[in-house]
């Protein structure tokens, strides 16, 4: 899941975290950025008492490969493997070791070019375990501008193609638009847009909305509705 700041991807996070306990699976949060915000997260249905993880998220992506790596072998050392979720929230805010003893250092130090051979050389081995565990692996990236690109978009996902590559399913989350009730300007939702640019098991390139109240969250029967207009 893509997108700029703002655009839902961490409340999708949310949602899938939500589906997958109410089937008995299991969910593991890696919050990169440490801002989950717990109380939200139970708002949308989120047994946040289940979820693994919480205390113990990766800073850097040697972290988060080990740390990914060893929940899956474990799961496969098992005879019976609950459905398991892993959320990545997100790749952009993981670091690399080099740039930690750096600022131990009192050096700021910045290589987009390790840390996309790190995250690539990861995912060359991941996915394998992702599917020999049935599991799903959810992982949230930002948008930057890429001051090299100077015809068309120049806005990339940070952390190199490695994901991008071995993803089953991408997901842009596209900048919302904000309900008012009439007359009055203050906001009390948004309609989040999303569009899939990649998808390896159905037929791609097709866009969807979610209408999120910040009272009631997500909206099931607007979408309900759609469907049965489509």
């Not at 997108?3 to 589906?19: E, F, N, V, W, Y």
């Not at 081995?125 to 090299?148: C, E, M, Q, T, Y």
């Not at 100077?150 to 596209?174: D, H, L, W």
Request: glycine share 8%.
């Amino acid at each position: 899941i893509f997108g700029d700041p703002s655009t839902g991807k961490t409340l999708l996070m949310m949602r899938a975290i939500a589906s997958v306990q109410a089937i008995g699976g299991i969910a593991l949060v890696q919050d990169v950025e440490r801002r989950w915000d717990w109380d939200f997260a139970k708002f949308h249905g989120v047994k946040v008492e289940d979820v693994l993880g919480r205390t113990s998220p990766p800073e850097t992506v040697e972290d988060w490969a080990i740390q990914t790596d060893k929940l899956l072998s474990a799961r496969l050392e098992k005879s019976t493997i609950p459905k398991l979720l892993i959320c990545t929230d997100s790749v952009a805010a993981l670091s690399t070791i080099w740039e930690m003893e750096g600022v131990e250092k009192g050096e700021i130090k910045e290589d987009q070019g390790k840390k996309a051979k790190r995250i690539k050389a990861a995912m060359r081995v991941i996915p394998k375990k992702v599917a020999k565990a049935g599991a799903i692996l959810l992982v949230s990236n930002h948008l930057i501008a890429d001051p090299r690109i100077t015809y068309g978009s120049n806005q990339v996902t940070p952390g190199g193609k490695g994901i991008t590559f071995q993803s089953t399913v991408r997901v842009e989350m596209a900048k919302p638009h904000l309900l008012t009730i009439e007359g009055k300007n203050r906001p009390i939702g948004s309609i989040l847009r999303m569009k899939c640019t990649k998808n390896s098991i159905t037929p791609p390139l097709g866009e969807s909305e979610m209408v999120v109240t910040w009272k009631e969250g997500i909206n099931r029967y607007s979408g309900l509705l759609d469907l049965m207009v489509d």
